[in-house]
């Protein structure tokens, strides 16, 4: 029996050209009376492709219905642009809150997944960048593609170019056979370029050249050789004053950043901690097979207030931290020393150093602790029971639930019963 071939993939995959290709496959099996295993292995490859390609075409009609809903984002709440996303079924391996810039880059990064556009996440280090590139990757029409990550600034300058383009046998000294490159590795999928600031002016170039020629040649060989990457570079320079300067090549910094997405430090989404703490505190819980911790009221003021020069990564490691030294309740000496409030005491966060803060900050911190004062202070005077405080002060009981969740109170340690004797 014969078995018709299925045309190649065009460039350009549309629902006609797939009903058509699943027509010869349909066509081919009717006549089929026994099939021998190269032929179901052959069926098997063009069921394979089809299946690819209406993966694309899936991936293409949530753009569309995406950028149709986009219209009228700016008449949106942030939380229901949050809650968009999350319908649109955003793949995200982390968690977001509300936050206005950080909403912003993901819907970027949602806009920009199914484009083979190039991305550039900036931000300072642990701000998610790395964490983003593989959101564009998995929300992409290569997401079960490759997704290979190289660090630009951990590879020893002299074999960069072999790192990221491969080498053939006895290019160099140490070259003992033929090796596939980053870019090669990552061949219909996506390739991540971390720390793209670190990588010095000669290998720019061949980047440069790779980018625009989509073809690229082994250390030690003339033959180029054609790779279809999609290219996602992260840094936390700032590349165009560094082209200004002549440390970084500006055609390159264009070329890489025709899609520029910038992670805000988490000092400014701080209304982002509450939902990271609780998060991470799961996710330590896990990870160290144990209860989650909690967080002493003092202790989760300080951290809602704190500047994590470290931005997320040192957030979750605060938290990791807490998670193995703390038994039940964690408290300001479980904090990594350089993490401890600046004011040597442990008492109170209310030292604000002008120099490190702006009056808007500074309204927010006192706010907050007034809020918080005044929820202790209303706790302890009803003993503890929240719907009373609720009627007395008039407030909406499941807000006030939020306020004491946001400010880590829990009203049980106001009960009578629960003061140390
Ligand atoms: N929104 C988020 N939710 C959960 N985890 C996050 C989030 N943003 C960052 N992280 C985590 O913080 C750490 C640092 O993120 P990473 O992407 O490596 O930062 P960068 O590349 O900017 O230095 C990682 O463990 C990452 O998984
Ligand atoms: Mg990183």
């Not at 709440?77 to 509300?98: K, P």
Request: glycine share 6%; charged share 30%; proline share 5%.
């Amino acid at each position: 029996m014969k078995i018709v071939d299925v045309p190649a993939q065009d460039a350009t995959v549309s629902f006609g050209g797939v009903l058509e290709k699943i027509e010869i496959l349909r066509n081919s099996l009717r006549w089929a009376s026994n099939l021998e295993r190269p032929q179901i292995e052959k069926l098997l490859k063009q069921s394979n492709e089809l299946r690819d390609e209406v993966m694309q075409l899936s991936h293409k009609e949530r753009f569309i219905s995406a950028s149709a809903k986009a219209k009228t984002r700016a008449q949106l709440s942030s939380a229901e642009r949050r809650q968009a996303l999350l319908d649109r079924q955003f793949v995200y391996d982390g968690v977001f809150g509300d936050n206005p810039a950080l909403l912003e880059c993901l819907e970027t990064a949602e806009k920009a997944a199914p484009t083979d556009l190039p991305v550039l996440v900036d931000g300072e280090s642990g701000t998610g960048k790395e964490l983003l590139a593989k959101v564009i990757h998995a929300n992409g029409a290569r997401a079960d593609r490759p997704y290979v990550s190289v660090n630009c600034g951990a590879i020893p300058e002299n074999l960069i170019e072999s790192e990221l383009f491969g080498h053939k046998k006895g290019a160099f000294t140490g070259a003992t056979s033929d090796r596939k490159g980053k870019f090669e590795s990552a061949h219909n999928g996506t390739i991540f370029l971390d720390e793209i600031g670190e990588l010095p002016l000669p290998g720019q170039v061949k980047l440069l050249r790779v980018l625009q020629a989509h073809e690229i040649q082994r250390v030690g060989s003339d033959e180029p050789i054609p790779v279809d990457t999609r290219v996602v570079a992260a840094t936390n320079r700032n590349l165009l004053q560094m082209a200004q300067e002549g440390t970084f090549r500006e055609d390159l910094y264009y070329r890489l950043s025709v899609i520029q997405v910038t992670l805000p430090p988490l000092r400014e989404r701080r209304d982002e901690i509450p939902v990271l703490l609780d998060y991470f505190i799961d996710q330590a819980a896990e990870l160290l097979a144990r209860p989650p911790v909690r967080l002493s009221a003092r202790l989760r003021r300080h951290l809602l207030n704190y500047d994590y020069p470290g931005n997320i990564r040192e957030l979750r490691n605060i938290v990791l931290r807490m998670g193995c030294l703390a038994d039940d309740l964690a408290d300001i000496e479980h904090l990594p020393p350089t993490a401890r409030p600046a004011t040597g005491s442990t008492a109170e966060v209310q030292g604000i150093d002008i120099t490190s803060m702006s009056l808007s900050d500074a309204k927010k911190v006192a706010s907050d602790e007034a809020e918080r004062h005044y929820l202790e202070e209303g706790l302890r005077a009803v003993n503890g029971k929240v719907s009373e405080l609720a009627r007395e002060t008039g407030m909406n009981r499941s807000h006030l639930q939020t306020l004491l969740k946001k400010h880590g109170i829990s009203y049980k340690d106001f009960r009578e019963s629960a003061k140390p004797g």
